[in-house]
Each structure stands twice: as C-alpha cells, then as structure tokens.
C-alpha cells in the first residue's frame, strides 16, 4: 500500500493546488522538474558515495536518507571549491551532474534488490498500519507549494518583502554566476556569510542557463529541503517502531513554520535538514 499511498499523497496535493489555480498547479509542475533536474544527481552521487563507504546492509529509508545529505553537501562544497577557481560553465557542470546520474545508476540496481528484501522480509502489519497517516500533511504541503509560487519581493511585508533573499541568498549567488567566479564582493556584506545552501541555488543558475524565472525554483528546492527534514525525522521515529516514525514525521511536517518559510529561498530548511540528519545518525 506504500505506493498506493504515495500516488494518493500526490494526486490530493495536485488537487489541492489545483483548486486554488489551474495556473499554480502548471507551475508547481514545472518548478518541480526544473528542481530535481538540481538535486536527483547529487542525490545520485550520494548513492554511489555511501556505497563506497562499506558501512554495511542498512535499510533503504537510511541509504537515502544518507545519499541525500552526503550527495547534497559535497555538491555544495564542489561549486563553492570550482567557483572559487572561475568554473562555473554550464557545459562543465552539465557534464558533472551527468557524471553523478551515472555513478549512482552503477550502484542502484543492487540497492533496489536490497530494497525488495527488505520489503519481503518486513511484518505486513509494519508496512501497512500507519502509511495513510502521511496523508494528514497535505494540506501543509498545499500551503507550502501556495507559498513557494511567489516571485522573491512579493510576500512577508513583515521582513521587507523577504529582503534577505533579495539582498543576499539568491543576490550573491546571481553576481558570482555574472562575473563567472566566486570572489569577494566589497559591495555586498552578506557576501561574507557562509554559503551552503546558497551553493544549490547558484547551481540551478548554473543548469538552468541563467537567473530569470529562478526564483520560484529556488523557493521549491528550499521546500525539497523542507520535505527531506520530514523523512529524517521520519527515520528517526522509525528507529523505535513504525509508530514513533509517523508520529515524529506528523510533528514535524505540520508545524506552522515549515510551510512558512517553503515560501521563501532561505536556508531554514537546509539547516534543519542537515541537522537532523546529524542526529539520525546519532540515532542509528
């Protein structure tokens, strides 16, 4: 029923958006490709690292969990280390993230057996009991995407129109792809600040050939982040029984705060993200 499940997930969060906007839900769709044309290849490589790891037989919901940060951080820190260098060319990167989807397809097919064990190997009732209770997040994830759908400067009066991602999360990254390197900006005191998932955002400049029209993808891949926190804090319940999981990823997924800010192309997400993921493994 997993599969079940997610294809009902999908199909009422679809509905939901689009019920607000048939416009919404087609930008939704293509913010969503124009996203995971970013992330599925470091996510990929992530696969290909945590199998040279030798860590031994791990569940898939932990082999993913692990791809995503690992394949997602080293990335980050691949287009800060190049861009300092002045290699920020669309073919060069083009051809890296290539090169990640084919490291990740030489090892998928043994993860997915390993998958299909797991799933033969569990107690029905774990695999059935509390998978529709996923459900009860679609309405955050409809508010969330509703959110995401704005252009950066035109929600949260409350913090000048989102004046950070303006000024500093997606501004740095767009002067570092104009000038083709990652240099100081003597101009721009945010230029100073770390940058992490800021180096996603430059990324998706990077494939997408340029910055109009990114912002909304950017807001989406901060979302994506939103979700993999869920699916962390997911695992982490998961640890102690099918119950805990749901309920950790119930908690966590309808907090006010989450939607909120998957309006926005801050780092919230990515930091909650990163750190949970710090404390699953902890966990495990």
Do not use: K
């Not at 969060?13 to 992330?39: E, H, P, R, Y």
Request: glycine residues 12%; positive net charge.
């Amino acid at each position: 029923r997993t599969g079940q499940t997610a294809g009902l997930f999908v199909a009422l969060t679809c509905a939901g958006l689009g019920m607000l906007s048939a416009q919404l839900l087609l930008s939704t769709i293509l913010d969503c490709l124009a996203a995971v044309m970013v992330l599925i290849p470091p996510v990929m490589f992530g696969h290909w690292i945590v199998s040279r790891l030798r860590i031994g037989a791990i569940p898939m919901r932990w082999r993913f969990l692990l791809a995503a940060g690992i394949g997602l951080g080293v990335t980050s820190l691949l287009v800060l280390g190049l861009g300092l260098i002045g290699l920020l060319s669309r073919s060069l990167w083009l051809g890296i993230l290539g090169l990640f989807i084919l490291l990740g397809l030489s090892t998928l097919r043994r993860v997915v057996f390993q998958h299909d064990a797991e799933v033969c190997n569990a107690p029905a009732g774990h695999q059935t009991r509390w998978v529709y209770a996923w459900l009860l997040m679609v309405p955050f994830l409809v508010v969330a995407v509703r959110n995401a759908s704005n252009a950066p400067g035109f929600i949260w009066a409350e913090e000048g129109y989102g004046y950070d991602v303006l000024e500093y999360h997606l501004q740095v990254p767009r002067e570092y792809l104009r000038q083709g390197r990652i240099t100081y900006l003597a101009h721009n005191v945010y230029a100073n600040f770390p940058s992490n998932v800021e180096m996603l955002y430059l990324l998706s400049m990077i494939v997408h050939g340029g910055t109009t029209d990114l912002g909304t993808v950017a807001n989406t891949l901060h979302l994506f982040l939103g979700l993999l926190l869920v699916v962390t804090l997911w695992c982490i319940g998961r640890e102690s029984s099918p119950g805990a999981g749901m309920i950790a990823a119930l908690t966590g997924g309808t907090v006010g705060w989450l939607p909120y800010l998957g309006g926005m192309a801050y780092v919230e997400h990515g930091m909650l993200f990163f750190g949970a993921l710090a404390l699953a493994v902890l966990v495990r």
